[in-house]
């Protein structure tokens, strides 16, 4: 904390960063195949907020030279139907990821899609197999936008190891898998969620907060310890405007750090998803479905 304010982690230089390296992995991949590789994006009825974020994905498909695909399911479709559409696209050579935007009309249940994704292609980390090797550390597709909140602290170059790192959250897709990869990085993990006793307690512990609890201004200034770096994922709809779920202002009197609700990690999920495909491409591309050898992604001890 200075005078000045905290340190803005802003999103955008960062992801411009892996974008460029993700362009030129593509190009490669082109010259040696010869095609692009493509992402398939399923949308299930239509979903205006969702629409919105779907065609950033597809745009930023387009800046960095990979074929983005849009698949739109009707939203009256069965649960038959949508295994179908994602069995077709897991057998179709020339797709190499396949995201399936959240949420899913109330009917389906989310195991229709989870469980009929191959994992090859679950550039989103959401098949038990991805999950798994995440929990045991190996590694697999990870969630992108617990990736994202890790790689803005990675790429800001805050320290990790031996830090306390409070999570409020505990999804599948963001909080937990966020908390597994702070673990890898030999941060000290305590994990919030909605029944936690004395949340305040929990955050003026930390070192580092990741927020991701999808309640607008949950954390405020005076549940920070002074000089937290604050990690904010939420993304909420408040009044027409974007906010995160940390009260920024009051947060920003006492943090070191601190993402901005929109420009933080928004675009680094964004960018970050690009390069999950490319792997996927690369590895379909070596050895037929991508199910390759299992690799230890960091150091267990
Ligand atoms: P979720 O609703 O699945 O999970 C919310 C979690 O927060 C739960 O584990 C719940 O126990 C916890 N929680 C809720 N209220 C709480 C409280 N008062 N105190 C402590 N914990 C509480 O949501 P999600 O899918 O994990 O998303 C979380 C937020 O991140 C949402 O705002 C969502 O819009 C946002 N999000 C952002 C991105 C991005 O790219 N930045 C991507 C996905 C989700």
């Not at 170059?157 to 898998?177: A, D, H, Q």
């Not at 929109?262 to 970050?272: I, M």
Request: with cysteine; hydrophobic share 45%.
């Amino acid at each position: 904390m200075t005078s000045e304010g905290p340190r803005l982690l802003l999103g955008a230089p960062i992801a411009a960063e892996i974008r460029a390296t993700v362009a030129n992995d593509v190009a490669a991949f082109r010259g040696r195949r010869g095609f692009a590789p493509t992402l398939a994006v399923v949308l299930v009825g239509k979903d205006a907020p969702s629409a919105v974020y779907l065609n950033q994905i597809l745009r930023s498909c387009e800046k960095v030279g990979i074929t983005g695909r849009l698949v739109e399911i009707p939203g009256r479709a069965s649960s038959a139907a949508i295994r179908h559409e994602i069995e077709a696209l897991n057998a179709d050579p020339m797709v190499a990821g396949i995201i399936v935007q959240m949420p899913l009309p109330k009917r389906i249940p989310l195991t229709v899609v989870i469980d009929t994704l191959d994992p090859a292609k679950d550039i989103d980390g959401l098949h038990p197999r991805n999950a798994g090797l995440l929990s045991l550390g190996y590694d697999g597709f990870l969630p992108t936008t617990a990736h994202a909140a890790v790689e803005i602290l990675k790429r800001s170059s805050i320290p990790m190891s031996g830090r306390r790192v409070t999570l409020v959250g505990r999804s599948n897709v963001v909080g937990k898998p966020a908390a597994l990869l702070m673990l890898r990085e030999h941060a000290t993990v305590t994990i919030c969620h909605s029944r936690t006793a004395d949340l305040a307690h929990h955050t003026r512990d930390a070192e580092i907060v990741i927020v991701a609890a999808g309640v607008p201004g949950l954390i405020t200034g005076d549940m920070l310890s002074p000089g937290a770096v604050v990690v904010d994922v939420g993304i909420n709809v408040v009044n027409d405007r974007l906010v995160g779920d940390v009260d920024f202002e009051s947060a920003s009197r006492v943090a070191s750090a601190i993402t901005p609700v929109p420009g933080g990690v928004g675009p680094v999920t964004n960018a970050l998803l690009l390069t999950h495909l490319v792997r996927a491409a690369q590895a379909q591309a070596s050895n037929g479905r991508g199910h390759g050898a299992l690799h230890l992604a960091g150091s267990r001890q």
